[in-house]
């Protein structure tokens, strides 16, 4: 038995994925939006203290004759304010662009979520605009006025709160400058994706997995899907959980997390009487169009795997990135050595199952981390020696049932090696296992 199979599991708190929230991470029109309709409210609340300021001059000295020397100072800094940011916020949208063409080239359109998703550069860009549009508006604001008799309003509080904007623009500026050349950077990338695999892989732990689920009777109902075609990212567990029960059944869903389902495929198959509608478990599948790190166990080898054969085509030519990719991989794979595999089964709160949900097994993750870089790196030495480590490393501490595939693995790297190497000296030295590939 298992670490993950012995003693009581604690209780699972399941956090659906909300499509809305998701749509506003990946969006960049939500932060900029709030920014601007706070800078609104901000420059009518600096207008109303400016003609506080003036009137409450007027009440205790009669005149206004400091506030107009200030006056024309404070316009030419808001002026110059407004005129400035406009082309800041150029230089923010091109550096971000550039970042985005970058990482797409070098990694792989997958790590493109990490830029997207990225507060510190939604922050700058948000707050860039707001000062802009700030000062903007304290602009049509202005008291053109040079009568002291006729003056109401100099811009005290706003030029203060513009150049208050001014600095936090530009701190912002300048870590978001380091935020984006770290995320060029492949080490951070590949850390990042492993940080978030390593997340996902600690929940998996802590879902109510077993081994032998109850199995599909020959009668059972297959309901098609009859939502929007897409990647299914999540599904709302505690909703079918009603439905199954409602209904007396036991659901038994057919894709994983992660797959593309379209109109019409089958979806969910039901053991018992009286079938619910396909457009009401429709509606508790969170379907997108493209692959989220949440409970996807998949997702994470499926980057790294993709930044590896991107470093080793022949545009990239980059055999030690791939080793980078090839260490996390080793770490995922030490990770899941000693779990249980098995389609998890999900009970309601009287102990009876109600959805068995599938997900990846041992042997299906092990081909997906090895087949591909394999493949694509069988003639760069320091990428086998580094998998051949790899093999050796997961060998050594796997308990039994875990090795078949591993030792596989071994023996199609191999195969794949000696294809490519005519010379034997120059295969032995490419089957070497070294942690380092080549140093």
């Known amino acids: 038995m298992t670490d993950r199979q012995a003693g009581p599991r604690p209780p699972v708190r399941y956090r659906p994925l909300s499509p809305l929230r998701e749509h506003l991470r990946e969006s960049f029109w939500f932060a900029p939006l709030l920014a601007c309709l706070a800078a609104v409210l901000l420059a009518g609340l600096a207008a109303e203290l400016d003609e506080a300021v003036v009137s409450r001059s007027v009440a205790e000295t009669g005149s206004v004759e400091e506030l107009l020397r200030f006056n024309s ?17 150029g230089v ?8 985005l063409q970058m990482a797409a080239s070098q990694f792989s359109p997958r790590v493109l979520r990490l830029y997207v998703r990225s507060r510190l550069t939604k922050a700058t860009f948000s707050v860039c605009l707001a000062t802009f549009l700030f000062a903007l508006l304290v602009q049509f604001s202005y008291d053109d006025s040079t009568d002291p008799a ?34 060029l950077r492949v080490p951070h990338v590949i850390d990042r994706v492993a940080g978030e695999s390593i997340t ?11 081994p032998a689920p109850p199995a599909v009777p020959d009668d059972a109902y297959t309901l098609l ?19 199954a029960r409602k209904h007396d059944a036991v659901l038994h869903l057919v894709p994983r997390i992660g797959d593309f389902i379209a109109p019409g495929t089958p979806i969910v ?59 996390r991989i080793h770490q995922l794979l030490a990770m899941l050595l000693h779990e249980s595999f098995g389609d998890l089964c999900h009970r309601d709160r009287q102990g009876a199952v109600r959805l068995v949900e599938p997900v ?58 000696t294809r490519e190497q005519g010379d034997p000296e120059v295969l032995a030295f490419a089957l070497r296992p070294d942690r380092q590939g080549i140093g």
């Open 360 to 417: 990846p097994g041992w042997s299906s993750i092990v081909d997906l981390a090895f087949t591909e870089i394999r493949l694509c790196g069988a003639g760069h030495p320091q990428v086998t020696r580094r998998l051949a480590a790899a093999l050796e490393d997961l060998l050594r501490i796997a308990p039994e049932p875990r090795r078949p595939e591993l030792v596989d693995q071994q023996e199609l790297l191999v195969r794949a090696v």
């Open 92 to 99: 923010v949208f091109s550096i971000s662009l550039v970042s």
């Open 150 to 183: 006729k003056l109401t309003s100099v811009p005290v509080f706003s030029s203060v709160v513009a150049v208050l904007l001014v600095v936090l623009s530009l701190g912002l500026f300048v870590l978001y400058v380091q935020a984006t050349l770290r995320l």
């Open 225 to 243: 899907h009859e939502g929007r075609p897409g990647v299914l990212r999540d599904v709302n567990i505690r909703r079918l959980l009603r439905i």
């Open 200 to 210: 996902v892989l600690l929940q998996y732990r802590l879902m109510p997995a077993e």
């Open 73 to 89: 100072a404070a316009k030419s800094v808001v002026s110059t304010v407004s005129s400035a940011m406009l082309t800041f916020i």
């Open 269 to 327: 198959r039901v053991a018992g009487e009286g079938p619910p509608r396909s457009r009401r478990i429709a509606q508790a599948l969170n379907v997108g169009v493209d692959r989220t790190m949440h409970q996807d166990l998949s997702f994470g080898f499926r980057q790294l795997v993709d930044i590896a054969i991107r470093a080793l085509s022949p545009a990239v030519n980059d055999p030690t990135t791939a080793v980078q990719a090839v260490d």
